[in-house]
């Protein structure tokens, strides 16, 4: 009997384990760091050149979108963080069975989401 196989592969349709969501996560996050370093470093330059460009910086913080794209890299630098442990961990073969690995993996989505809402909350 030969078994229909597909033609292609629909991403949105296949449910991804959790284990598989944090490691495309952890490389999103990656990613997104990487892509904001620039920003951050002008933001620093800005921010420590003189008064004036201290009060626009404080400024430019203020503003919704600005907060919401920095809740979005905190988010990404914990995650990265947190994820980038249990890799580590892994890679010395430590928690890598199944039930192990979904464990720690939950523990990374909960530990990265719960710091990034108590640091906004603080920051915000």
Known sequence: MQKARP??????????????????LHRISGALLALSIPFML?????S????????????CIAHPVVKLFLLGVLWA?????CAGIRFLMMD??????????RMTSKLVMVVSITLTVIIGAITW
């Open 7 to 24: 033609k292609h592969l629909n991403l949105m349709v296949i449910k991804f384990p959790l284990p598989a969501i944090v490691s495309g």
């Open 42 to 46: 002008y933001a620093l330059e800005g």
């Open 48 to 59: 420590l050149s003189s008064a004036e460009r201290f009060a626009a910086f404080k400024e």
């Open 77 to 81: 630098y914990l995650h990265h963080a």
């Open 92 to 101: 010395i073969h430590k928690g890598v069975d199944l039930k192990t690995a």
